[in-house]
């Protein structure tokens, strides 16, 4: 059925039709495990995703949704971009953020760039309505509905708003026209009690004069004339025309508030539209300024590379950084060049690595053996070692310490301290353990042969100096933990036995300690590659014979009560946020003190009872973890 008022068409066959042609599809949500890029520590990792409400969230696994995501990108305004080569890859770009994801078959690949496409479309806000207006009139007509969807300027498209304006006014003043006819007619049916049904000619007359009205017809001359020109109607009755007469007062208002408004807004798109023409001019400007400057970049860059033959013939080795695509791999875009240079990098740097090993191993070996109280760092060492020892003696009450890890005789203690905006807290921990002594402890904590066996955190290490049999000047590299830089440290480590008659004995059969301090040594690198640590660290271990022995009887290990006390002051240089720093310090410490203990345990368990004898392999060496 089709209605006609004025010069407006509504069809509903075509807006039924439109309707079912084009049904508005909700963007569907989509969640499930992709893989995504890490980093080159880690690669390619197993992530929880959910696409929901124009954002992409990622989660590490699915049970940690409801502890919130660990990063979330819009993807009403991404790229979805994928792989040329690798079918199950695909990437997710917005601005300077790029989401590398891989899925485990081609399939769930397709519905996942289908779902975010889904979610672009709907906010782009262009959905297409539920009926389609046709606006003709006797002069002007408009284009299709389809023709919305074409790429135009603003300008256009601004004329077009004013081209629907006029057609919408025009047909306001025929409807309005038609509501002052009803008016008019209907002050002359007031008083009348017959309907316009054709009883008298004068009412016909008025009737016919309203529908001439709605028809764009002329002004009534004669009954008679009236009567030849038009029609009858006898649907038009008399409370028509009175309903209708009534809303003649209050069209006229919302009319002339309709054509104020829209030329305000008019006005105001006008304007836009000039705001946005001085602002293309401004970047028009901008952007030949930029290109100027690039020009007389690469025209310095070309004089340079002319003027310097030699270096610009020089191979250049070439280090490779990015995503995914360059790693080895089928899918790298890594040239044979690239590849090379970047591979006979890191076998150049092994080999610096190697020639630096053997230069201070025949150092080692040519040095004159000196007693260690001539060295210049050995009254520093004499002295901070006792300091460190009546520093671990001291107690944790005051309130001065805060627990802050407790698990069985392992307790943890803290001092918050900031130097810098660098957190240096101190750190105090006291243990017990059984079955071993506090010589094998404090061997095992200092000895260069074993410790990658238990620290996990180190990746290489390199004695440079030796003072003493035992004393050594260590120079350690630590593994990266992205997103923070490697870190390295070099100190001296000092290990002695106290002597028996010193009060911290005490009650103890004997007592060993191990003082790390951070030092300075001419052998030091000092590429400036690694952020350096600054440390200094203290382990104290005292043995105590619990439960006692009778006159006569052997020692066993099941008699053995080691008593720790470690105490720290960490200084990481560089910057790191300081919640971050205590929050690694509570995980880590009571880890690596745990698994420190528990090693010494498992490596003296079946080995003879030593008090003292304990000694390292080489003192020239390089490990490498």
Request: charged share 30%; net charge negative; proline share 5%.
């Amino acid at each position: 059925m089709a209605e006609d008022y004025g010069c407006v068409t509504l069809s509903d066959e075509d807006s039924e039709d439109d309707a079912h042609s084009h049904p508005h599809r909700q963007p569907i949500e989509l969640q499930g495990t992709v893989s995504k890029w890490t980093n080159y520590i880690h690669g390619w990792q197993n992530r929880y995703m959910v696409l929901k409400d124009g954002t992409m969230s990622y989660y590490r696994n699915q049970n940690e949704t409801a502890f919130g995501c660990r990063g979330s990108i819009s993807v009403k305004k991404a790229h979805v971009k994928p792989h040329e080569i690798d079918e199950c890859r695909f990437d997710v770009c917005l601005n300077d953020c790029v989401w590398y994801l891989r899925t485990a078959t081609e399939e769930e690949k397709h519905q996942w760039v289908d779902a975010i496409e889904q979610h672009r479309h709907e906010s782009d806000g262009l959905r297409r309505h539920g009926s389609a207006i046709s606006l003709t009139s006797n002069t002007l007509s408009t284009t299709s509905g389809s023709s919305i969807k074409k790429s135009k300027g603003l300008r256009e498209k601004l004329c077009e708003v004013d081209t629907y304006r006029d057609i919408l006014i025009r047909q306001m003043d025929a409807l309005q026209s038609y509501f002052d006819a009803c008016a008019e007619t209907a002050k002359d049916l007031k008083n009348e009690e017959a309907t316009c049904n054709g009883h008298e000619p004068e009412q016909e007359i008025g009737v016919e004069a309203a529908v001439a009205a709605v028809e764009g017809g002329p002004s009534i001359e004669s009954p008679q004339a009236q009567r030849k020109k038009f029609p009858q109607h006898p649907h038009i009755t008399k409370d028509i025309l009175l309903k209708h007469g009534m809303y003649a007062l209050d069209f006229r208002g919302e009319a002339l508030t309709f054509k104020a408004t829209t030329v305000g807004i008019l006005t105001t798109l006008s304007h836009c539209v000039e705001v946005m023409n001085q602002r293309e001019e401004s970047f028009k400007r901008r952007l030949e300024r930029e290109a100027e400057k690039r020009r007389r970049l690469e025209d310095e860059l070309l004089h340079l590379a002319a003027n310097s033959p030699q270096e610009a013939s020089a191979p250049r080795r070439v280090m490779v950084l990015g995503g995914p695509d360059f790693e080895e791999g089928p899918h790298s875009v890594i040239g044979e060049d690239e590849f090379f240079d970047a591979v006979e990098s890191a076998l150049d740097k092994m080999d610096e690595e190697e020639e630096f090993r053997e230069r201070l191993r025949q150092k080692q070996l040519a040095a004159p053996r000196k007693p260690a109280a001539t060295h210049p760092l050995w009254p520093q060492i004499e002295k901070l070692t006792m300091e460190q020892l009546g520093y671990a003696q001291q107690g944790v009450e005051g309130g001065v310490w805060q627990l802050f890890a407790e698990e069985g005789e392992m307790k943890m203690y803290r001092r918050e301290l900031e130097e810098d905006g660098l957190v240096v807290d101190p750190l105090k921990a006291v243990h017990q353990v059984r079955g071993a002594t506090a010589h094998e402890m404090a061997h095992h904590f200092w000895s260069p042969d074993v410790r990658f066996e238990w620290d996990t955190s180190i990746e290489q290490m390199t004695v440079l100096d030796r003072i003493s049999s035992d004393t050594i000047i260590f120079l350690q590299l630590h593994k990266r933990v992205w997103p923070t830089a490697q870190r390295d440290a070099l100190f001296w480590s000092h290990v002695r036995k106290i002597p028996p008659s010193h009060p911290a004995n005490g009650e103890a059969y004997d007592t060993w300690i191990v003082c790390n301090q951070s030092t300075e040594h001419p052998d030091d690198p000092k590429d400036g590659k690694c952020v350096r640590v600054d440390l200094t660290v203290c382990f104290v271990c005292q043995t105590f014979i619990d439960p006692p022995v009778q006159e006569g009887e052997e020692i066993t290990r099941d008699n053995l009560l080691t008593k720790i006390t470690y105490c720290s002051v960490v200084n990481p240089g560089g910057w790191a946020p300081a919640s971050v720093l205590r929050a690694v310090y509570k995980r880590e410490y009571p880890k690596f003190l745990k698994r420190f203990t528990q090693y010494v345990g498992e490596k003296c368990e079946s080995q003879p009872i030593a008090f003292s004898g304990l000694t390292i392999k080489d003192h020239s060496k390089h490990w490498r973890g």
